[in-house]
């Protein structure tokens, strides 16, 4: 009896131990399971936003839009090679009966302006049956206004902030607190003007003349450019170009704007296709993360260190 008993005991024992080994092979399987299912979840979700960005484009007919928002920077969204491969798939697409530029922005750059204006001009030329528009949101200024004037048209609401025609470059000099703490600057440089606009070192009349002789001639070109986008709709007055902004009813009256209208509004009433579709350069999330990393500490840098020249 106690050989059967102890035979019964390593039965229900090895029966027991089985039953566990066989939960537990359970509960891994379907940890798998899950997992296969949430990495295929994923994938699949990766390339339906892919397919969705690629396929930018109408059947039939539609409005073609592109966004510039944000400061103008060669390292940011509104960059110029961003704002011009939106506008060449916008323009290149068979479907596009018209483009829009929606605009929101305070200006940065002027050579991104600059190359933005361009590129405007040179697909009109391209594609003279496409009329291109700007339609401002909030803002439309400096550098930002730069890129609009070589629209046919700008269109604005009623409370836009427009104009902002001016040219400035701004830093700090740190001479006199160097100077109170006792801290000695040590810059070696050939050439008497190497070091100019170095916010540690002190700035002579000759330098600051040069300086406003440069904006001067920006200042310049940028009046250039927006009387040769605008032409006889300017109203000028000795204001229109100090660097003041206008509300977007005023822009009308100057000259600065055509009319009061939305994307919508242009869409429907201007290039009769209501169908809007987006051929804005998106970034994905790496790109996004990487570049506000790069951008801040940039930023950070260029406060102690630098100058820096924008339109606004």
Not at 25 to 42: C, D, E, M, S
Not at 172 to 187: C, N, P, S, T
Request: proline content about 3%; charged content about 25%; aromatic content about 8%.
């Amino acid at each position: 009896m106690a050989e059967e008993s102890w035979e019964r005991r390593v039965i229900e024992q090895l029966a027991t131990d089985g039953l566990h080994e066989q939960t537990r092979a359970r509960r891994w399987g379907i940890f798998f399971k899950l997992l296969t299912f949430g990495f295929l979840f994923v994938g699949l979700f990766a390339v339906i936003v892919a397919i969705t960005e690629s396929q930018r484009s109408c059947v039939d007919k539609c409005t073609a839009q592109v966004e510039l928002r944000g400061e103008l920077d060669s390292d940011g969204p509104a960059s110029a090679e961003n704002i011009m491969q939106g506008l060449q798939a916008a323009f290149k697409n068979k479907g596009t009966q018209g483009v829009v530029l929606r605009v929101n922005s305070p200006g940065g750059s002027p050579v991104q302006a600059g190359e933005i204006n361009d590129e405007i001009r040179r697909l009109r030329a391209k594609y003279p049956a496409i009329p291109i528009y700007a339609v401002v949101e909030e803002v439309c200024a400096s550098g930002a206004y730069y890129a609009a004037v070589a629209a046919d048209k700008i269109y604005v609401d009623k409370a836009s902030l427009i104009g902002s025609i001016g040219v400035i470059i701004d830093g700090f000099g740190f001479v006199g607190a160097m100077d109170k703490l006792g801290i000695e600057r040590r810059a070696l440089a050939a050439g008497e003007n190497k070091t100019f606009l170095d916010p540690f070192s002190p700035m002579t009349q000759q330098q600051r003349d040069y300086a406003q002789k440069i904006i001067a001639e920006i200042h310049q070109q940028f009046i250039g450019v927006v009387k040769a986008g605008r032409g006889a709709r300017l109203k000028e007055t000795p204001e229109l170009f100090s660097g003041l902004v206008w509300n977007g009813a005023r822009s009308v009256e100057l000259g600065l704007a055509d009319g009061l209208g939305s994307v919508e509004y242009v869409a429907r009433e201007v290039i009769k296709a209501e169908d809007v579709v987006d051929f804005s350069v998106k970034e994905n999330i790496s790109e996004r993360l990487a570049r506000k990393f790069g951008a801040t500490l940039g930023r950070s840098l260029g406060a102690v260190i630098g100058h820096s020249m924008r339109w606004r």
